[in-house]
């Protein structure tokens, strides 16, 4: 895998900051999808529905037309496994639609397992 250009740790509550060379709509339809071996393990929505069991969000920062916020809860982090993960994007705005490259990440693993409550 190239580097990492995230990491998160299972059971933690990470907010990703993702920067795009793009302006992000309020009314443009973004889909976010994490995989791992090859299968995707959550997937994420903005303006349209997500397939999948995920409980975060994924929303377009207020103050940066450019910038999109996802906020994963310990639920999403623990249903991946320690190790490489990519995550990817795809956007339809006004213009068209665009998917961008996937981005090779790294998943930490938990000593503790489970949701803290």
Same mark, same amino acid.
Request: hydrophobic fraction near 40%.
């Given at each position: #895998? @190239? ?8 059971? &933690?509550?990470? +907010?990703?900051? =993702? ?8 009314? @443009? *339809?973004?889909?976010? &999808? ?11 929505? #903005?303006? !349209?529905?997500?397939? !999948? &069991?995920? *409980?975060? +969000? ?9 910038? =999109?916020?996802? *906020? #994963? &809860?310990?639920?999403?982090?623990? %249903? ?15 213009? !068209?639609? @665009? ?12 000593? %503790?397992? !489970?949701?803290? +409550?």
């Amino acid at each position: #895998m @190239d580097e990492a250009e995230f990491l998160f740790f299972r059971g &933690s509550t990470p +907010t990703l900051e =993702l920067v795009l060379p793009l302006a992000v709509g309020v009314s @443009d *339809t973004v889909f976010l &999808s994490f995989c791992q071996r090859d299968r995707v393990v959550l997937e994420y929505a #903005m303006n !349209g529905q997500a397939n !999948g &069991s995920a *409980t975060g +969000t994924l929303a377009r920062e207020e103050s940066q037309e450019n910038v =999109l916020l996802l *906020t #994963m &809860s310990q639920a999403d982090t623990l %249903k991946f496994e320690a190790g490489d993960a990519e995550l990817q994007l795809r956007l339809k705005n006004d213009v !068209g639609a @665009d998917t961008f490259r996937p981005l090779p990440g790294r998943v930490g693993p938990a000593r %503790k397992e !489970g949701v803290i +409550t």
